[in-house]
């Protein structure tokens, strides 16, 4: 077995003929520490330094902005719209509560009620304006060659009768209307609805029964008199060449006559109402 040298002491390694090891490195450990301590000292510091640029960078900008209202010399501009805002209320654009209007103010920012649609047109179509109602026309017939008298009810018969009170004003005032036989032509009308037909040849004041017979005999068609300027003569439909004329002052429907007697009995003038 070979001989157990003591090893020689280790303070003096040359002058004791002891080398040391020089495969490995004095102090590794160490070293890798230190290493390691001064590479994340390194790394905190520059970390320190970029996130101090950062916000140095960020307040300068933020200084150096121009106003909303200033120009930049050089730059082209585009200006917000002064009339923007940001919508009023519970948004994400704005958290400002509406204030409560006062009542008059409520009311004069109410909308106006739309117009009603009409109950038989289409939606958008314009609804029609109510035709104005027709306006009544009540004449009193005056006798041509009797200019004093007009045409009279009394007892349901047509007279031609003077004008004396109030009421013989509304007996002798009649509503002309269309023709009840033929819109062309007149019917006359009393204050209580009647109307004035021709039965047995004699004006009478009856009531309209709703009869072809009835609406005939109450419909006359005007023509222009021969016997005096804008006199009229009145025509009966159902008998054509029949005319009104006054007899014995009771107005009847005769025929035709050339005479001048019956061309002055047949025309009268059609005139405002008495009453």
């Known amino acids: 077995m070979p001989e157990n040298k003591s090893r020689p002491p280790q303070g003096q390694p040359w002058e004791n003929g002891w080398a040391p090891d020089t495969s490995r490195a004095p102090g590794t450990r160490r070293l890798w520490l230190a290493g390691g301590m001064a590479m994340a000292t390194v790394i905190a510091c520059v970390t320190a330094i970029a996130i101090s640029e950062r916000d140095s960078e960020g307040d300068s900008a933020a200084a150096s902005t121009p106003a909303a209202d200033s120009t930049v010399p050089g730059l082209i501009s585009f200006a917000t719209p002064s009339g923007t805002a940001p919508p009023k209320g519970e948004s994400g654009l704005s958290t400002e ?7 008059h103010e409520q009311n004069a920012s109410k909308p106006e009620p739309a117009p009603s649609k009409s109950p038989s047109g289409r939606a958008g179509s ?49 509503k002309q209307v269309k023709g009840l036989a033929d819109s062309s032509c007149y019917s006359f009308a009393t204050r209580d609805g009647q109307y004035l037909r021709h039965r047995n040849f004699v004006l009478r004041a009856e009531r309209n029964d709703g009869s072809a017979l009835f609406t005939q005999d109450a419909t006359f068609c005007p023509r222009a008199s021969a016997y005096s300027s804008g006199a009229t ?37 059609l005139v405002d109402g008495l009453a």
């Open 126 to 174: 314009p609804t029609k304006a109510p035709k104005p109602p027709a306006t009544t026309t009540w004449r009193s017939v005056r006798s041509v060659n009797y200019p004093d008298r007009y045409w009279h009810v009394s007892d349901g018969r047509v007279g031609l009768d003077q004008v004396r009170g109030s009421e013989s004003r509304e007996d002798s005032t009649f």
């Open 97 to 103: 509560k509406p204030t409560p209007e006062a009542p």
């Open 233 to 269: 003569m009145l025509e009966s439909v159902n008998y054509p060449g029949y005319f009104l004329r006054h007899e014995n002052f009771v107005v009847r429907l005769e025929r035709y006559d050339h005479s001048s007697l019956y061309l002055a009995d047949s025309s009268f003038r």
